[in-house]
């Protein structure tokens, strides 16, 4: 059974940066799609960036050249490096691991105001 932890979540102004981070369990993490999504109170869940096994990386638009994913196969750990941070990224994270099953975390608040 996968588990999947986040943290790093949190309140920061405009223009500011938060490294999201989430902790796998289980032996599949090297070999599996890792990403990242999230939900903004009243709108659906979107995703958010995701990197292969093999390090081959997607993000969607609004985030491209603010935010980065990353991935230590020897920690089964991903990242998400958030910079620039806009009032319209507050959200809930969710880290998610892909394969034959679909693991979710439980989430993670993130907030951007002034």
């Known amino acids: 059974q996968v588990q999947l932890v986040e943290s790093g979540g949190g309140l920061v102004q405009p223009g500011g940066s938060l490294r999201l981070s989430c902790a796998a369990s289980?032996?599949?993490?090297?070999?599996?799609?890792m990403g990242w999504y999230r939900q903004a109170p009243g709108k659906q869940r979107e995703l958010v960036a995701t990197?292969?096994?093999?390090?081959?990386?997607f993000y969607t638009a609004s985030v491209k050249g603010r935010f980065t994913i990353s991935r230590d196969n020897a920690k089964n750990t991903v990242y998400l490096q958030m910079n620039s941070l806009k009032p319209e990224d507050t959200a809930v994270y969710f880290c998610?691991?892909?394969?034959?099953?679909?693991?979710w975390g439980q989430g993670t608040q993130v907030t951007v105001s002034s």
């Open positions: 998610i691991q892909g394969g034959t099953k679909t693991y």
């Open positions: 289980g032996s599949i993490f090297s070999s599996s799609v």
């Open positions: 990197i292969s096994n093999i390090g081959s990386t």
